[in-house]
């Protein structure tokens, strides 16, 4: 009888994603754990122009990033991902003016790279430019940290406009250097 692999085994796998159907490798430099059960994290890589990042949540159902002025909902830049019933990977990109449930930007500038689960995670692997042009996404720059808000939920949503509520499985983290400042010679 095959044995599953483990979460850990899991996630090396992943480090490779297919991106416009080729293989790719990311070697992702950076990685934080989002709650105090350690079964969710995010890790990214970014250059000048860009940011690739890797969500791990230990959910069957969505999972939201956000990255926040205050570390709280409002005035939020948030993606919502998650893999539908048929397995296909599905990421939505929103914003926050309040507390209330996101609604979905006018445009959708977060690329979904890679979505793949187990029998405890979700993964998903997407992509964003660090200034959009968009004025319903932040600015991420070098000179600055970021708040990160995160929730999820076990519920596979029906659709982009059928997003169940996270019941509490939410939580922030304060000043995180999403971008490194360049090294010197």
């Known amino acids: 009888m095959p044995t599953m692999p483990s979460v850990v085994q899991f996630f090396v796998l992943l480090s ?19 709650n105090d059960k350690k079964n969710s994290a995010i890790s990214w890589l970014s250059d000048d122009k860009s940011i690739t990042i890797r969500a791990e949540y230990g959910t069957q159902g969505w999972l939201g990033v956000g990255f926040s002025p205050k ?43 890679d979505s793949s689960k187990n029998a405890t995670h979700t993964v998903i692997t997407f992509h964003r430019l660090l200034k959009t042009g968009d004025k319903e996404d932040l600015d991420l720059t070098t000179n600055a940290v970021t708040n990160l808000i995160w929730a999820y939920n076990d519920a596979i949503p029906e659709s982009n406009d059928a997003i169940a509520y996270h019941d509490g499985n939410r939580g922030a983290l304060r000043n995180v250097n999403l971008l490194s400042p360049k090294a010197k010679n």
């Open 16 to 34: 490779t994603v297919h991106v416009f159907g080729q293989k790719t490798q990311f070697n992702f430099k950076r990685r934080v754990s989002l």
């Open 71 to 113: 570390g709280e909902m409002g005035g939020a830049d948030i993606v919502i991902a998650w893999i539908d019933k048929n397995g296909k990977g599905q990421i939505s990109d929103r914003h926050a003016s309040s507390n209330g449930f996101p609604p979905a930007d006018s445009k959708q500038d977060y690329k979904l790279l």
